[in-house]
């Protein structure tokens, strides 16, 4: 079950009508494509860790 507002529930529904919304899982899977196909350049930060960033999308 999903907790969300009226205004929310409304642009869920709109964006699924409109097939913008994608599934979260192909979300994580094209978020985890771009990151490994073009990695973030942190100015000599410790790299990324895919799986980190897919871990907090999931609790989104």
Same mark, same amino acid.
């Given at each position: 079950m999903q907790?969300?507002?009226?205004a929310?529930? !409304?642009v869920a529904i709109l964006a699924r009508g409109l097939n913008l919304e994608p599934d979260p899982k192909s979300r994580r !899977?094209? @978020? @985890?494509?771009? *990151? /490994? /196909?073009e990695p *973030?350049? @942190?100015?000599?930060a410790v790299s990324v860790d895919p799986a980190r960033i897919i871990r907090e999308d999931r609790e989104r």
């Open positions: 907790h969300r507002s009226i929310q529930q !409304a !899977a094209a @978020l @985890l494509a771009q *990151i /490994t /196909t *973030i350049k @942190l100015n000599g």
